[in-house]
């Protein structure tokens, strides 16, 4: 998917939520689990979750740690998830959150697995290796990187705050070199919504680039303030995610309908929020 | 496998080689493709490169990049592979080189794939995401996390060596902030061997820790260098990888004879290094 067409599918459905399908293999509704004659129900969780909230949303981000736990029968049943959202909902955009990274030789794999073989059109890479662990991700028509910035969790600062002799922090050293290796067309960035006011840091950095943005709901990151920082007008250059918030409104019969009605809230919230 | 038992292992085999399964399906010998009753033909390679090599090492690590390429398939063909080390080599070192990394309550998810589900000894994290990234990989008995620190490949310069106030280069922090969360009896570090002498500055913060070593062989890293400057006397404290250099030696029909050869000439070098 294009730039363009992105920013297309978020004005006109008038929301830039990312579904997270983080699905816990050992965590779903007993409606689903007890339902004797189901042998992939994670697969059917998903399905009931992608059909409830594809209305409000314009993105789905399987975390690939979910579905690995299972061993190969998990990754089947991700890649059934990820085949299912592109023939139902053609407009919508999937990212492979992995966070890979490896040397030049082997993130050529992990990008033909992605792009190749699960066909999505977005997979987070982590930055730690350098430019050859990152490039390989890149040069496939319509296809996205989204390279580790400054995440959501309480570790992000552990490193990505420690600053060079020159005072600047190491998540803005990585926007900085990886601007010289991929365009906003085709590279975004994942800034945790939990940071607050480094949005404007962010932004001072990577004005045109689209940010993936956990950390809304669960982890207590806000919506307004995301958007009072981080929103680019007229292309929105935001993606915001939530996992738990959504997939797990409920564990009772109504789990999808619940799942809808919180996707449905924070798609009434981005509409006013969207410039 | 404790800590010990690899040591004795070491000792007892004269070599600290672990063979790298990065097994490209795209790339097998003519005699394994044209078997036409073969329905998993990376296995077949696989298992013939390990009956081959096993008594030459003492670990073995698939890089699961490779195997992830294939999609499902590929995935049970490696859960395959490790079943067939564990069964039949149970003194081999296994070591999953996934270089994962996600806020906790994924990386949680990762370490039960790793360690629950394929039960090999060890896997590679990636240090982006801080503490409750790495952590949730500790605490299983006998597994080992072994974090990146000083990787091989030329992107490592991009965000590895930059120093902060104090002059210490970022890898050295990774280093000395995950002293904090795990002993050397649960974590080594992965140090390429093409960083030479910077062996000596590994040593000076991470003293007792074992070392991965990869690029050796196709990467141009010295294994004499390695060990001259990485080796801990007494308990050796590195295991030393070759993936390309051995499994593909020959792509004919003697494949496995070659790779045997490469990797005994890797451990004769290392007996005569071993203090």
Same mark, same amino acid.
């Given at each position: 998917?294009?730039?363009?067409?992105?920013?297309?599918n978020i004005?006109r459905?008038?929301s &830039?939520l990312c579904?997270?399908l983080?699905?816990?293999? #050992?965590?779903?509704?007993?409606?689903?689990?007890?339902?004797?004659?189901n042998?992939?129900?994670?697969?059917?969780f998903?399905?009931?979750?992608?059909?409830?909230t594809a209305?409000y949303c314009v993105?789905?981000k399987? $975390?690939?740690? &979910?579905?690995?736990?299972?061993?190969?029968?998990?990754? !089947?049943?991700l890649?059934?998830?990820?085949e299912?959202i !592109?023939? $139902?909902?053609?407009d919508? &955009?999937?990212i492979?959150?992995a #966070?890979r990274?490896?040397i030049g030789?082997?993130?050529?794999?992990y990008?033909r697995?992605?792009f190749? @073989?699960m066909?999505v059109?977005a997979?987070t890479?982590?930055?730690?290796m350098g430019e050859d662990?990152?490039?390989?991700f890149?040069?496939?028509?319509?296809?996205?990187?989204?390279?580790?910035a400054?995440t959501?969790n #309480?570790?992000? @600062?552990?490193f990505q705050?420690?600053e $060079?002799?020159?005072?600047?922090?190491?998540?803005?050293?990585?926007?900085?070199?990886?601007?010289?290796?991929?365009?906003?067309?085709e590279m975004?960035y994942?800034?945790g919504?939990?940071?607050g006011r480094?949005?404007e840091d962010?932004? !001072?950095?990577?004005?045109?680039?689209f940010l993936?943005?956990?950390?809304?709901g669960a982890?207590g990151?806000s919506?307004?303030?995301?958007?009072k920082y981080?929103?680019?007008?007229g292309?929105c250059?935001l993606?915001? $995610?939530?996992?738990?918030?959504i997939?797990?409104?409920?564990?009772n019969?109504?789990?999808?309908e619940a799942?809808?009605?919180?996707a !449905?809230?924070l798609?009434?919230?981005m509409?006013?929020?969207l410039k």
């Amino acid at each position: 998917m294009t730039r363009k067409e992105l920013i297309d599918n978020i004005y006109r459905k008038r929301s &830039f939520l990312c579904v997270g399908l983080d699905t816990d293999p #050992k965590k779903l509704p007993e409606v689903i689990t007890t339902n004797v004659t189901n042998d992939d129900p994670v697969f059917s969780f998903n399905k009931a979750i992608i059909d409830a909230t594809a209305p409000y949303c314009v993105a789905y981000k399987p $975390n690939l740690a &979910f579905y690995e736990s299972m061993g190969w029968k998990g990754v !089947r049943t991700l890649e059934r998830t990820i085949e299912y959202i !592109r023939v $139902n909902y053609p407009d919508q &955009f999937i990212i492979a959150d992995a #966070k890979r990274g490896d040397i030049g030789n082997t993130s050529r794999l992990y990008a033909r697995s992605a792009f190749e @073989h699960m066909g999505v059109d977005a997979v987070t890479v982590a930055p730690y290796m350098g430019e050859d662990s990152v490039t390989p991700f890149l040069g496939y028509e319509g296809k996205w990187v989204i390279l580790l910035a400054l995440t959501s969790n #309480k570790g992000s @600062h552990d490193f990505q705050l420690i600053e $060079n002799k020159e005072g600047t922090p190491l998540f803005e050293s990585v926007i900085e070199k990886s601007k010289e290796w991929g365009t906003p067309d085709e590279m975004m960035y994942v800034v945790g919504a939990t940071q607050g006011r480094m949005f404007e840091d962010i932004r !001072r950095v990577a004005p045109e680039s689209f940010l993936l943005v956990p950390g809304v709901g669960a982890q207590g990151g806000s919506l307004e303030e995301v958007c009072k920082y981080g929103m680019i007008d007229g292309q929105c250059g935001l993606l915001v $995610n939530s996992s738990r918030g959504i997939i797990y409104a409920s564990l009772n019969e109504d789990f999808a309908e619940a799942a809808a009605r919180e996707a !449905r809230k924070l798609s009434d919230q981005m509409s006013k929020l969207l410039k």
